[in-house]
Nanobody, 124 residues
Framework: VQLQASGGGSVQAGNSLRLSCADS????????LAWFRQAPGREREFVAV????????YYTDSVKGRFTISRDNAKNTVYLQMNSLKLEDTAVYFC??????????????????WGQGTQVTVSS
């Protein structure tokens, strides 16, 4: 698994961005995929996760109703649609993969593979 995140940028509060994370490997469909974020001086924070088949998702409370995680296994890509962005969403966003979705999905140490991160900056 080799993850490559993209789609970050600078936007004004209330606007939208869509992050993508592509995998160049052959086993993409066997992994649950998550997005984490890390703001300066803060620990890496769970954002959202999707299971291998794409029919189960979980979100951190602060993004529920605004962010949507999805995946296209045919394209080996996972997405994070971010709407109604807030100043506090500013962070470096990372995609991550682990073989199966389990109860530790919020714990960044449970993930085996990581993308390089993409910066999201929300301004007023």
């Amino acid at each position: 698994v080799q993850l490559q995140a993209s789609g970050g940028g600078s936007v004004q509060a209330g606007n939208s961005l869509r992050l993508s994370c592509a995998d160049s490997g052959r086993t993409f469909g066997s992994f649950s995929l998550a997005w984490f974020r890390q703001a300066p001086g803060r620990e890496r924070e769970f954002v959202a996760v999707i299971n291998e088949s794409g029919d189960l998702t979980y979100y951190t409370d602060s993004v529920k109703g605004r962010f949507t995680i999805s995946r296209d296994n045919a394209k080996n890509t996972v997405y994070l649609q971010m709407n109604s962005l807030k100043l506090e969403d500013t962070a470096v966003y990372f995609c991550a993969a682990r073989p199966t979705l389990n109860n530790y999905y919020r714990d960044h140490t449970a993930y085996v593979y990581w993308g390089q991160g993409t910066q999201v900056t929300v301004s007023s």
